[in-house]
């Protein structure tokens, strides 16, 4: 099994290439089910999570093309990929296919609303809560869908096609926004969906799916009006900038000191979280095409963080400020509110010295002068890379074990670091 090996204390200076984002990728991808043409998706990340999801659409019969590599392109650039899904071979997604990646489950929607049927297994993905899909079923119902559960798959019926619903979300969610847009928009009628997630991964799922042809209004607000269609055509589309990535690589380098410039990427997708930064004692300016975070001799102040949907700060973003905050002069409060076990990496921050106390969903973070470095083991992809960051700023050696979680969602994590000076590598087997 690969691991990544850090020596701490080197300053990071440069340019980083920010990535697609991993997390409106996925749905751009499921979104090709719903028509016959081809979806053409550029700036689409090289990762493990993007490879899952090409088998899982191959099986139902989605074929795939690799555009070769433009003039100038470089191999940080990302992929285009055609995704042509004219004939569904198979409405199953099965369990060891979906078992790994909970996005995977979303497939449910479009397979029922273009083909009347669909039998998915039950998701797997991070380990950060017992992450229920009610709500996803609940969607479905409201559309007019027959839903069971047999032998660990939800099987989705509605031979005579979706039809348009009331749906209001207890609570804001992803996942089930993007499963009422993809089934909404091929319902027979009218769609109101209340409490909608507002993520820019939302937006971008119903900016392809308007150029595919339906009628979505509101997206990015809480309150969006589906006017379904009977049938949606091929488009083009560009995958927006990875906001986790970005602010990933923002706080490495507040964490390390340094001056770098992440490129391709826009400071609006994660405002709150980059406010958190300065608060902390980082600069971070934004730029026409991407963002300049520096830090250079000051400490790092504590600062207070509750994750909340958008645009408030990022659940994926929790775990890298908290490795952030173990450095801080004095006691940050980081709440957790959208998953209630996502504090996976409290226990091997503190292999490196950090000193963080959990109570309840809240973790109290007192900040240490110096961390040192350890093995550690990576226990879901952001706390995998929270550990990263802490070893930059590490004094020694840290190694991070278990490294596939990473690969689940970071690009050339390594290759991004070291170019800026971080003594990082992989170490393969
Ligand atoms: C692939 C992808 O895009 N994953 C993201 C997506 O996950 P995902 O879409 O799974 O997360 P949700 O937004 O659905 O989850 C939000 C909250 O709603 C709860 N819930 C959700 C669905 C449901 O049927 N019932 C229910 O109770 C969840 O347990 C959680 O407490 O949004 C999360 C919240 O921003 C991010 O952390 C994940 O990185
Ligand atoms: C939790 C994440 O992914 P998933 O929803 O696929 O588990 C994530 O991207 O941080």
């Not at 820019?200 to 009628?215: F, Q, S, Y």
Request: some cysteine; glycine content about 10%; charged content about 20%.
């Amino acid at each position: 099994m690969d691991r990544i090996r850090i020596v701490g204390g080197a300053h990071l200076e440069g340019v980083i290439p920010i990535s697609g984002a991993k997390n409106a990728a996925l749905p751009l991808m499921i979104a090709s089910l719903l028509t016959e043409d081809t979806v053409v998706l550029e700036n689409v990340p090289r990762l493990a999570d993007v490879s899952q999801l090409k088998r899982i659409l191959s099986n139902h019969g989605v074929d795939f093309a690799v555009r070769g590599r433009r003039h100038g392109e470089t191999e940080l650039d990302g992929e285009t990929i055609t995704l042509n899904a004219k004939t569904i071979v198979d409405t199953t997604a099965p369990y060891e296919l979906v078992s790994t990646m909970r996005a995977s489950f979303w497939v449910l929607a479009p397979l029922v609303a273009r083909m009347g049927h669909a039998r998915v297994s039950l998701p797997g993905g991070c380990a950060i809560g017992t992450r229920p899909v009610d709500f996803l079923l609940n969607v479905l119902e409201a559309l007019g869908a027959h839903i069971s559960i047999e032998g660990g798959y939800v099987v989705a019926t509605a031979r005579l096609g979706l039809k348009g619903g009331h749906i209001k979300f207890p609570k804001v969610s992803v996942g089930a926004t993007h499963t009422a847009l993809m089934g909404a928009s091929l319902a027979d009628g009218e769609t109101l969906i209340e409490n909608a997630a507002r993520e820019p991964e939302v937006t971008d799922l119903a900016e392809l799916l308007i150029k595919m042809g339906a009628k979505i209004e509101g997206a990015g607000t809480s309150t969006i009006k589906v006017t379904g269609v009977s049938t949606l055509h091929g488009a083009e589309h560009t995958v927006i900038p990875d906001r986790i990535e970005t602010g990933t690589f923002a706080l490495a380098v507040a964490m390390a000191g340094g001056d770098v410039t992440l490129q391709n990427t826009r400071a609006d997708l994660l405002d709150s979280a980059l406010e958190t930064m300065r608060q902390a004692g980082a600069h971070v300016d934004a730029l026409p095409n991407g963002i300049r975070v520096y830090r250079n001799g000051n400490g790092l102040l504590p600062v207070e963080v509750t994750t909340e949907p958008f645009p408030g700060f990022p659940t994926d973003l929790q775990a890298q400020f908290m490795a952030l905050a173990t450095r801080g002069q004095g006691t940050s409060k980081i709440r957790e509110t959208i998953f209630e076990n996502r504090f996976m990496h409290v226990q091997e921050l503190a292999r490196l010295g950090a000193r963080i106390r959990l109570e309840g969903d809240t973790a109290y973070v007192d900040g240490v002068d110096k961390l040192t470095g350890a093995p550690v083991m990576a226990t879901d992809l952001r706390a995998s890379v929270s550990l990263v960051i802490a070893g930059l700023a590490a004094e020694g050696e840290t190694i991070v074990n278990r490294i596939y979680h990473l690969d689940r969602g970071f690009e050339r994590l390594e290759q991004k670091l070291s170019r800026c000076g971080a003594q990082i590598e992989r170490i393969s087997g």
